[in-house]
């Protein structure tokens, strides 16, 4: 069979020495999202689309990176189909939950808009029926739950309630399921945590803090006024301390814009001398964009922001703080907008498939695909604006098309893609950075020039 070399792939620019003369370049194959060590001969064949150079079990190593693929292969094609059959598959059914509309954050890059109360008396009892009848088809072998905002912990009794039926419903019909939170944190202590964890299942806990604590509690002000960044920390920082929590992750998030850009560093330090150096900790930066809101004056440029990132990426590595250098998975599924059984219900009783649309007064009004009150409701939401998504990439409507970081990122965000706002992630403008983040990791160094 004839073969050649892919498309999807990136080639380390530096050679790497471990200190005993062994020189190696790292390989990032994006369509199985492994690093890989190559000698500099190979890496420059790689780099030179010739495969003659590389040797039969080095080819056979790449091949099975699907880096070395026939000769014939529409790589575009394998990749689409495959994220596609993903994005139809019905054997996992997951809902995206709002158990309230109100927030006691009052975030200024935020674009939703929360109010107290208007939940409708049967709301809860249509939610519960809804998500049991989807988990009840002979097709479901697993059942994922998310909670999200505003600030789902105001709904904390919702949650509670209808977490013992989708548990027991699990158990019961002996399919898979697990539970996670997008928090501001702010209302958790170590009593509901508990209650989150052994009854409701939530195994990943997504929290937001913008900073040290002057800074995210101006970033992220509370609506009664006070602070919320000692909270958050003490009550997290204890439950790290349990064996039995040791499954569930906490994955400490920062959206970054103008106001908060040089706290950053001072934020990692403060966050790695608290001890949050554990195995199942994550942080993760991102840049504040729009949200159906306008965010111009405080958002910053990609290739900035990417720059920017790669220095607090070092200082994190550095002070031994937990996150991705590079993704781990191929994305097959880009986001749930794009997946037929995924579906967002908001605290209005409208039925999303974004996640960005719920509370967003305009998409409130012109965006839902469904009313959660309907009697005639099918089983699966109906179809929304971006399951058409993977057509979208094929036809080239984004440069996606021919992007090498497809296979990791899907896209990244079709909403955005419509919006005219391109979504790239950070690793596409500083991968080279994040290489040599992987290598030193591991003990490797650049070699210098000559």
């Not at 530096?14 to 790292?26: A, F, K, T």
């Not at 495969?51 to 693929?69: H, T």
């Not at 195994?203 to 006070?226: C, N, W």
């Not at 106001?259 to 150096?277: C, K, P, T, W």
Request: aromatic share 8%.
């Amino acid at each position: 069979m004839q073969e050649k070399i892919g498309h999807y792939f990136v080639v380390s620019d530096n050679v790497y020495d471990d200190g005993s003369g062994l020189r190696v370049n790292i390989v990032y194959a994006t369509r199985t999202a492994e690093l890989m060590f190559v000698i500099p001969e190979v890496a420059d064949a790689l780099r030179a689309g010739e495969l003659d150079p590389v040797s039969p079990g080095m080819r056979a190593a790449l091949r099975e990176a699907q880096i070395v693929v026939p000769e014939g292969q529409d790589e575009l094609d394998e990749i689409l189909s495959r994220n596609r059959a993903a994005a139809l598959d019905r054997s996992l059914v997951n809902f995206i939950l709002l158990p309230t509309s109100y927030c006691n954050m009052g975030c200024a890059y935020c674009g939703q808009e929360h109010v107290r109360g208007g939940l409708t008396a049967d709301h809860r009892d249509r939610v519960r029926a809804r998500v049991l009848r989807a988990m009840r088809l002979p097709s479901t072998r697993r059942a994922l739950v998310d909670w999200f905002g505003s600030e789902p912990m105001m709904g904390y009794a919702v949650i509670r309630d209808l977490s013992k039926h989708f548990v027991r419903e699990a158990d019961e019909r002996g399919i898979g399921y697990s539970s996670q939170i997008v928090t501001n944190g702010s209302l958790l202590n170590s009593r509901n945590l508990e209650v989150l964890i052994k009854e409701c299942r939530v195994e990943k806990f997504y929290l937001t803090v913008d900073g040290p604590p002057e800074v995210h509690d101006v970033h992220r002000p509370l609506k009664s006024g006070g602070g919320s960044f000692w909270k958050i920390v003490r009550t997290i920082r204890a439950a790290l301390d349990r064996e039995d929590y040791r499954h569930v992750v906490f994955d400490f998030r920062t959206n970054v814009d103008v106001h908060n850009q040089d706290s950053v560093s001072r934020y990692i330090d403060l966050m790695a001398e608290l001890g949050f150096d554990k195995p199942n900790v994550n942080f993760t930066l991102a840049r504040v964009r729009p949200w159906g809101n306008d965010v111009s004056a405080i958002e910053l440029a990609d290739r900035d922001y990417a720059e920017r990132e790669l220095g607090w990426l070092r200082r994190m590595q550095e002070r031994g703080l937990p996150f991705m250098r590079m993704p781990s998975l191929a994305k097959r599924v880009t986001c749930p907008a794009v997946k037929a059984t995924s579906e967002l219900i908001s605290g209005t009783g409208n039925i999303f498939s974004c996640t960005d649309h719920p509370l967003v007064p305009e998409s409130e009004r012109t965006s839902a695909l469904a009313h959660i009150s309907q009697d005639d409701l099918t089983v699966f939401r109906p179809e929304g604006e971006f399951d058409g998504w993977y057509d979208e990439v094929e036809q080239g409507k984004s440069w996606c098309r021919d992007c090498v970081f497809l296979p990791t990122c899907g896209g990244s965000c079709p909403k955005a893609w419509h919006e005219g706002n391109p979504p790239c992630p950070g690793y596409k403008f500083n991968v080279q950075g994040r290489l040599d983040l992987a290598a030193q990791r591991l003990g490797l160094h650049p070699v210098e020039a000559g």
